[in-house]
Each structure stands twice: as C-alpha cells, then as structure tokens.
C-alpha cells in the first residue's frame, strides 16, 4: 500500500515557475515508478510525466517537453514536478501516482493522490 499526498499548487501567472511535491508513505517507494498527471474542468485526466523507479528513465508528455521536469528522491520517498514557463492551458488540478512501471496510461496506476491545484493566470 501507498499513500501519496501532493503539495506546492496555487496561483502563478503566465511564465512563472512552480514545483510540485509528491510525498509518499511506505517503504516500498523506490520499487514504483511513479507519474504526474492532470485534468482540466471537463476535461478527461491527461498523462503530464512519468519517471521510473531509480530515476534513471523519464518520459514527458509532448505539450510540457522543455518546460516541466520530473526528478524524485527515494531517500525522501518525495518525486517532484518542475514546472517553468506555465500557460493558461496548463491549469488543471494535478495529481501523482504510483504504478510498477513508468506508463502514460492513467488506468494502469495503482496509487493516487489527493491532487493539487495549478491556476496559471495570463
């Protein structure tokens, strides 16, 4: 079992910085490969970005690809979400979870957080 719990959303305007935190309960963290996603207000849950459990692999969605990096620290059982340059569309309520491998797919992961909110304002 794993239990996750975001932090660090709010309010930023258009071209400011954020990071998110994704701390997790549980020893068995660094076995997981975990993964950022979002919605949007009716919107489904799109994948953001995803990192394999040693941190050594990470996979991005198209439309964040140079904006918004993924990185964790296993001796913190905490995975992080960088995130510069933010524009409007990327206002959603952000979610981490928790999967055996690194997928795109929100269905195929285990654990969920709560989610945070990200407003980015123009």
């Known amino acids: 079992q794993v239990q996750l719990v975001e932090s660090g959303g709010g309010l930023v305007q258009a071209g400011g910085s954020l990071r998110l935190s994704c701390a997790a309960s549980?020893?068995?963290?660094?076995?997981?490969?975990m993964g950022w996603f979002r919605q949007a207000p009716g919107k489904e849950r799109d994948f953001v970005a995803a990192?394999?459990?040693?941190?050594?692999?990470?996979y991005y969605a198209d439309s964040v690809k140079g904006r918004i990096t993924i990185s964790r620290d296993n001796a913190k059982n905490t995975v992080y979400l960088q995130m510069n340059s933010l524009k409007p569309e990327d206002t959603a309520v952000y979610y981490c979870?928790?999967?055996?491998?690194?997928?795109?797919?929100?269905?195929?992961?285990?654990?969920w957080g709560q989610g945070t909110q990200v407003t980015v304002s123009s």
């Open positions: 990192i394999n459990w040693s941190g050594g692999a990470t």
């Open positions: 549980g020893r068995t963290f660094s076995s997981y490969a």
């Open positions: 979870a928790a999967a055996r491998t690194a997928y795109s797919d929100y269905l195929k992961y285990d654990y």
